[in-house]
Nanobody, 126 residues
Framework: VQLQAYGGGLVQAGGSLRLSCAASGLTFSSYGMGWFRQAPGAEREFVAAISWSGGSANVRDSVKGRFTISRDNTKNTVYLQMNSLKPEDTAVYYC????????????????????WGEGTQVTVSS
């Protein structure tokens, strides 16, 4: 299983970025996917997750209304659309695969995920 996250970069506050995570080596449509982030000196934290079908999603409170997670199972890709970015969104963003097929629940728990991408840096300037 390989997960490759990309799309990060430097953006001004109020701007937008779309992160993508391309997956290979798995039956992508069978697994929930998640996005996490880690800022310098901070713990890794949950950002958003989406079920295997895309029918259910969950985002952390601090990004609700600004971030949207989606997936395209025909392209084996999960996306994180980030709008109205704030300096506090600055972090390395990681995508991850839920370890269990066809299960949805506790999606914010990092221990649910077994494969992680290398991360993509998002920097929001004030």
């Amino acid at each position: 299983v390989q997960l490759q996250a990309y799309g990060g970069g430097l953006v001004q506050a109020g701007g937008s970025l779309r992160l993508s995570c391309a997956a290979s080596g798995l039956t992508f449509s069978s697994y929930g996917m998640g996005w996490f982030r880690q800022a310098p000196g901070a713990e890794r934290e949950f950002v958003a997750a989406i079920s295997w079908s895309g029918g259910s999603a969950n985002v952390r409170d601090s990004v609700k209304g600004r971030f949207t997670i989606s997936r395209d199972n025909t392209k084996n890709t999960v996306y994180l659309q980030m709008n109205s970015l704030k300096p506090e969104d600055t972090a390395v963003y990681y995508c991850a695969r839920d370890r269990t097929r066809y299960v949805w629940g506790n999606s914010g728990d990092a221990s649910r995920y077994d494969y992680w991408g290398e991360g993509t840096q998002v920097t929001v300037s004030s």
